[in-house]
């Protein structure tokens, strides 16, 4: 009995060995760079797993003869035939990329990463190499070259605050959406302009700008676009760089990076610079920045992946101001403004665990906290008093702080069904902010000869603003893919958001003391893509966008509440895209985007800023993007758009603006680049930049001699930049001229109806900027 127990044994074991042979592998790409997250299955048991992130599997499958099928986005999909009959067999798989998926993979659209063919929406894409063979000295440098994207400033000469216009005027307005990794930068309604100033931008792995609203995945703000900038992971060595840059116009940048997987399951990313500029082309336009970004990646598995970045700026700047139209045609760059400052220190944690359930769930569950300061003395709050039109010595202007802390989760699960290629995203949010805000008015010293504000003092319990604002913001949503054909896919999603405004007056003899203001909105969205054969597609959607009052325009008061109402915008867009022999690429897109309750700002009689809401606007145009790559040693990229930007319905002190062009709303953008590379790591590139002619005032708002009626306007420029690169082994050097010509212009300009002319926010003189870095 026994021997017979014994042998029966013996045979399960073996039985169970065979079960349980291992098969192991390794996947790259052809150039062999490990390849994560690549999905293999075995299509004969359903038996699957991904790879790690050293392109690394192992799957237990019993001997025999198998197939192993192996799909990565971007990639060739591959199906494997093997034969284990060996304890363990070990395999090195290579993928290669997949040229008719457009080389694009993308997370923006709906935080899961899909193609951009798959996509009904106008999206530009900075990869990596695209931002490292740039070597912009700012961002806008960066997002400039994506169809459509024009953010304003003065790249030599800049602090780094800035206009951006997408699908609209150029303005400071809450309708662009700044995103980390998928999650916004700044809670809804916090004036989210500034987060900018919190990006680090040594970090960016890659820039993804969705254009048209987004709000039925990422909610309110995401009107003209949508900036994802998706951070550097660890790498699977220990590497780094030390970088150095410095122009002749008072800057200087400092930066530090390094990054490594310590063991198999731990990898950090660590990133910082600093940047300081001193005596500029402008007066009184110095300022400081210390950014650092420390992520963090945990691999408990394959499965689950537990990510954690926090961020640290810290900000100073000089607030220049704008130049008088006598002083920009002059040449006299002497800023108004001596004293006007922006501080401001900004700290994010965001934790994320991912979750990969199956092969067709996976969860992700993030958490944000969020802690900012900014301490302003702001230029736009001065005001000159005058006698008889003359300057009498004396003005007013004011400090301000805004304090807030931010909580926020957000949860986002994604299946995929068997049936036509289908999906569905579902997701909630939830966002706490309180913040305080207090504002003291300041007595201003003016120099009556040069017109300088040259002191101040601050009037001790003057309180312009003294408030507590707490925003509760939560908001659930779905998308839902399917392909209605083999070459066509439909795309739905809903968002629901609503917020809460408690607002407490600490003003002892405020009208008004508290207030609780509510606002929601459904957002949807539906598209159509449809690809053909040879690298061919199109897509038609319509959305709906919408942005809440900002709080500091709500409350903006202490005496009455501004009766402002959200603004909603809806979107209608066909576009598509062509690649023709990885020689030539095209995107384009043709948009109609109505706007409803536009929020405008306005001076009041007392030359005071204030904000309302415009009736209806509406925007359209086309916007297209060009790459020719005739050889491997040059290419070609143009991108332009053409747009109208209208106040369809709009009455300014019974004044009918209806049926007119709107101000600061160019027609024309545009940026061209050449890049010539006659050698391995040396390149040549000239850039053109177009910003086109525009209004600078309403129509016929200019009254001239005989109160002839006219409208005050800005030529537009044309302004060429040149980059010479060269990289010997881990050392590169670089250097760039800008704004080769000298030309003069300005990064926006406006019209002041108090004084009759055009103010002027300049744009960089001729500059020349070196830099260099060390790779380890």
């Known amino acids: 009995m026994n021997k017979v127990f014994l042998a029966a044994l013996g045979l399960c074991l073996s039985a169970q060995l065979c079960l349980a042979q291992k098969i192991t592998g390794t996947i790259t790409n052809e150039s062999g ?37 192996i799909t990565y986005l971007g990639y060739v999909s591959k199906t494997i035939p093997i034969n284990n009959q060996n304890d363990i067999l070990d395999l090195s798989i290579k993928l290669i990329e997949d040229q008719s998926k457009l080389d694009e993979v993308i997370v923006s659209a709906s935080r899961e990463r899909q193609l951009r063919s798959e996509v009904p929406a106008a999206i530009g894409i900075l990869n990596r190499a695209s931002i490292d063979e740039t070597k912009a000295v700012g961002i806008d440098q960066l997002v400039n070259q994506i169809p459509g994207v024009y953010m304003s400033t003065s790249r030599a000469a800049s602090n780094e605050q800035h206009f951006m216009a997408v699908r609209s005027p150029i303005s400071t307005r809450a309708l662009f959406l700044y995103l980390e990794d998928g999650l916004q930068l700044r809670p809804t309604s916090v004036f989210n302009h500034n987060a900018l100033l919190e990006l680090n931008d040594l970090t960016y792995d890659r820039v993804e700008v969705l254009k048209g609203p987004a709000s039925s995945i990422y909610g309110s703000e995401a009107i003209g676009a949508s900036f994802n900038f998706i951070t550097k992971s660890p790498t699977p060595e220990l590497s780094g760089t030390l970088g150095y840059q410095v122009n002749d116009v008072g800057l200087s940048r400092y930066e530090l990076e390094l990054s490594n997987y310590t063991n198999d399951k ?217 392909n209605l054909l083999e070459r066509l896919k439909a795309t739905a999603a809903l968002r629901y958001d609503r917020f809460q405004y408690n607002y407490s007056n600490n003003i002892a003899d405020a009208a008004i003391s508290t207030s609780k203001d509510t606002y929601d909105n459904w957002a949807p969205k539906i598209g159509l893509n449809y690809n053909f054969e040879n690298n061919k597609g199109l897509y038609i959607n319509y959305s709906r966008g919408f942005t809440p009052p900002q709080v500091s325009t709500l409350y903006r008061n202490r005496n009455e509440l501004r009766d402002i109402k959200p603004s909603t915008y809806d979107n209608y867009e066909i576009g598509g895209y062509v690649k023709i022999n990885n020689e030539w690429k095209f995107d384009g897109a043709i948009y109609l985007l109505e706007g409803k309750n536009t929020l405008i700002t306005l001076r009041d009689d007392q030359d005071v800023f204030f904000n309302t809401n415009a009736g209806k606007t509406r925007s359209y145009g086309i916007e297209y993007g060009i790459t020719y790559t005739p050889s491997e040693k040059i290419s070609f990229t143009h991108n332009g758009s053409y747009a109208k930007h209208r106040y369809v319905r709009f009455f300014d002190n019974a004044i009918d603006y209806s049926d007119t062009d709107r101000e600061t709303a160019p027609n024309l953008l545009g940026s061209t680049r050449v890049t010539y590379t006659p050698f391995a790591d040396f390149s040549i590139a000239l850039e ?89």
């Not at 994560?36 to 003869?65: M, P, Q, R, W």
């Not at 700026?313 to 920009?328: H, Q």
């Not at 129509?699 to 040149?722: K, M, R, W």
């Open 688 to 776: 053109h930049e177009l910003v086109g002619s525009y209004n600078t005032s309403f129509e016929n708002q200019v009254i001239g001699d005989n109160d002839e009626l006219s409208t005050a306007t800005y030529d537009g420029h044309n302004i060429f930049n040149a980059l010479i690169s060269y990289r010997y082994k881990n050392f590169e050097v670089w250097t760039q001229a800008l704004n080769i010509f000298d030309d003069l212009y300005a990064a926006r300009v406006s019209f002041n109806q108090f004084s009759g002319e055009n103010s002027y926010t300049i744009g960089n003189p001729r500059a020349f900027h070196i830099g260099g870095r060390l790779h380890f």
């Open 33 to 69: 760079k490990a390849l994560e997250d690549v999905n293999i299955i075995a299509l004969d048991t359903n038996i699957g797993t991904t790879t790690n992130k050293s392109g690394g599997f192992s799957l237990n499958l019993k001997a025999g003869t198998h197939k192993l099928y």
């Open 266 to 482: 731990f990898g950090f990313y660590l990133g910082a610079h600093y940047v300081t500029r001193n005596n500029g082309p402008i007066e009184h336009s110095d300022y400081e920045k210390f950014a650092v970004t420390l992520k963090t990646v945990y691999d408990f598995s394959y499965r689950f992946k537990w990510t954690n970045v926090l961020s640290l700026v810290d900000y100073r700047s000089d607030m220049t101001g704008s130049l008088s139209e006598a002083d920009y045609t002059g040449g006299n760059f002497e800023s108004d403004q001596t004293f006007t400052e922006r501080d401001a220190l900004a700290f994010r944690y965001r934790s994320t665990l991912a979750a990969q359930w199956n092969e067709n769930n996976n969860t992700t569950f993030n958490i944000v906290f969020r802690d900012n300061t900014m301490d302003q003395n702001p230029s736009y709050r001065i005001r000159q008093f005058r006698n008889m039109g003359q300057l009498n010595g004396a003005g007013s202007g004011e400090v301000n702080t805004n304090a807030f802390n931010s909580y926020m989760a957000l949860a986002q699960h994604k299946v995929n069904f068997e049936f036509n290629n289908s999906s569905l995203i579902v997701g909630g949010t939830l966002d706490y902010s309180p913040q305080d805000y207090k504002a003291l008015s300041t007595s201003v010293s003016v120099n009556q000869d040069t017109g300088q504000n040259i002191d101040f003092t601050i009037n001790e319990n003057d309180f312009i603003l003294n408030y507590n604002a707490n925003i509760l913001n939560y908001a659930g949503f779905f998308q839902f893919e399917t």
